[in-house]
């Protein structure tokens, strides 16, 4: 609300019910105007500065989709193995159920065209929680978007820090892929 107050931001809508990540983002993209649109989590981790690499494939026309990779040597905070050898597993059975190539399926930090966003993705999201990312992953693969992955800046949090996702999410994660390859 004080960004809003002080004229740093236009708009502001809130959710009366914390219905979850993909209901709050498929709420910001029904809402959403500009000819990109970026998602990236709140909590920080990924820095705002990456914008600019993260845009440029789509604005210079060479994709539709943009995914900020962890794992293709930007700097980063070393954090938690297990966490790790998680995320290459996820990546791994995404992009063999999506024929995909990437390094980071589950990066909070991706944009895309807002036509697509809004017309081609939105109307087929579902999920309410943590399963946003592999669902928008199935959906760009599903729609044959051209997806760029870029080099990222990564700080990620600790558990005492405010990290809240564990291995339930992970299993979560590998039913949503499947699920989403399915549901076309």
């Known amino acids: 609300q004080e960004l809003l107050d002080e004229g740093r931001i236009d708009r502001l809508h809130l959710q009366p019910v914390n219905r979850g990540k993909g209901a709050a983002i498929r709420q910001a993209?029904?809402?959403s105007t500009g000819d990109v649109v970026i998602v990236q989590d709140a909590d920080l981790e990924?820095?705002?500065a990456d914008w600019r690499q993260l845009l440029e494939p789509i604005v210079d026309g060479r994709a539709d989709a943009c995914f900020g990779s962890r794992f293709l040597g930007g700097p980063?905070?070393?954090l938690y193995f297990w966490h790790?050898?998680?995320n290459k597993l996820l990546t791994m059975y995404s992009n063999m159920l999506t024929n995909l190539n990437l390094t980071d399926m589950e990066t909070c930090y991706k944009a895309m065209?807002?036509?697509?966003a809004r017309?081609?993705?939105l109307p087929k999201l579902t999920t309410d929680r943590f399963g946003f990312e592999p669902e928008v992953t199935a959906r760009l693969a599903q729609a044959k978007a051209r997806i760029f992955e870029v080099q990222i800046s990564y700080s990620g949090r600790t558990y005492a820090e405010g990290k809240k996702i564990n291995w339930r999410d992970g299993i979560a994660a590998f039913w949503h892929i499947t699920r989403f390859y399915f549901a076309r």
């Open 119 to 121: 017309e081609v993705i």
């Open 29 to 31: 993209l029904s809402m």
């Open 84 to 86: 790790s050898v998680g």
């Open 46 to 48: 990924y820095d705002p």
């Open 76 to 78: 980063h905070r070393v």
């Open 113 to 116: 065209r807002g036509d697509l």
